[in-house]
């Protein structure tokens, strides 16, 4: 419920995005049941099952050196921090050995 309104229902949903949104509710809805939308919604859903998780909110943090860490169900700000912090200085690591060396060998 928000606000009283059952908001699982698609109707109420567009009217209460729209008007969060200041968008039109008609052309919200239609977006919303779109096939795009739809395609969208069930590639996000199965990337989510992959995960193998049972929280939520679960949050994925991604590096450009391939470096993954899942957080699931966590509501404290230090993890996160700590986490993207050592994801940083790692990256910052990886980029200053390419600097001095170069490519590592394929």
Known sequence: LREGQHFGDWKIAAEIGAKAANLGAKELLERARSTVVETRVRAATADFHLLQVTQRPTL?????????AVFSGFVRLEPFVATIDSMLDDAAAYAAHKAHFGEPPR
């Open 60 to 68: 994925v943090f991604d590096s450009e050196i391939g470096d993954r």
